[in-house]
């Protein structure tokens, strides 16, 4: 069974930094491909980062290039989402998703976690 679990969210200062955990279970960390997507209030879901084996690593949106990255322990099957530079923009609910073998299905993803709050306030 396949099943996702977030953590590491929270109240953070703008400027400041969070990492965000993704811990799998019910399949090894290399089988699918990993995306982290968010939703702030009142908007749209949006697509932030992706991992897979096939693919690396893939940015779904251009503004957090140069603050975010994404990262896997095989070890721990935990996929880690790493926040710097943190703006109000950024607030939102984080959540993971797999199901997709590649990066590029980024609306097929099937399996979702219950998410994260990143609220980015001073």
């Known amino acids: 069974q396949v099943q996702l679990v977030e953590s590491g969210g929270g109240l953070v200062q703008p400027g400041g930094s969070l990492r965000l955990s993704c811990a799998a279970s019910?399949?090894?960390?290399?089988?699918?491909?990993i995306g982290w997507f968010r939703q702030a209030p009142g908007k749209e879901r949006e697509g932030v980062l992706c991992i897979s084996d096939s693919d690396g690593v893939t940015y779904y949106t251009d503004s957090v290039k140069g603050r975010f990255t994404i990262s896997g322990d095989n070890a721990k099957n935990t996929v880690y989402l790493q926040m710097n530079s943190l703006t109000p923009e950024d607030t939102a609910v984080y959540y993971c998703?797999?199901?997709?073998?590649?990066?590029?299905?980024?609306?097929?993803?099937?399996?979702w976690g219950q998410g994260t709050q990143v609220t980015v306030s001073s």
């Open positions: 998703a797999t199901g997709v073998f590649s990066c590029s299905s980024r609306s097929l993803y099937d399996y």
């Open positions: 019910g399949f090894p960390l290399d089988y699918y491909a």
